[in-house]
């Protein structure tokens, strides 16, 4: 018999496919993982984007004094839609513009990416006048209730 050393040319081949194999698993489990974690950064941006509106309107219905001037919806420029807007006493108004998808504060951006946005307001029986704010994104929806601060 003769001494056989070294590798076959059916190992080889066999190694070969167990690697790919190996490799072809790791790919899905990443690919998995990456898409996950893409879905989840865009939940993340919509709850960043909602907590910057959320401190500016708050900072406003805080204001000693401010009240409510008035809510309404103007038409767009481009005649598509409609822009909703609460305008207060302190002299800041705030628009959604669904044209760029952006609610603004004045003149300054303060969220993007937003769907959707509506204002309405309560006059509650002691006295104080409420405002809910609805905003929506991408699988993403926040209603929040404000009181004025007399």
């Known amino acids: 018999m003769q001494n056989e050393k070294g590798v076959t040319l059916i190992s080889v081949t066999i ?7 190996i490799v072809a698993v ?16 865009v939940s993340e ?15 406003e219905v805080n204001k000693k004094g401010n009240k409510l001037l008035e809510i ?4 767009n420029e481009s005649g598509n839609g409609t822009q909703k807007y609460i305008i207060f006493s ?6 959604y513009i669904p ?10 951006k303060i969220a993007d990416n937003i769907t959707g946005c509506d204002f309405t307001s309560n006059r509650e029986e002691n006295g104080k006048t409420t405002i ?10 926040r209603k929040t209730t404000y009181t004025l601060v007399d």
């Open 15 to 21: 190694y070969i496919i167990v690697m790919l194999i």
């Open 26 to 41: 790791i790919a899905v489990l990443t690919s998995y993982f990456y898409r996950n974690v893409d879905i989840n950064s």
């Open 45 to 59: 941006d919509l709850n960043q984007q909602y907590t910057k509106f959320n401190s500016y309107f708050t900072e």
């Open 72 to 75: 309404g919806e103007t038409e």
């Open 90 to 95: 302190s002299g800041n108004q705030y628009t």
């Open 99 to 108: 044209e760029n998808q952006g609610i603004y504060m004045n003149q300054v």
């Open 132 to 141: 809910t704010v609805t905003i929506q994104g991408d699988n993403f929806e």
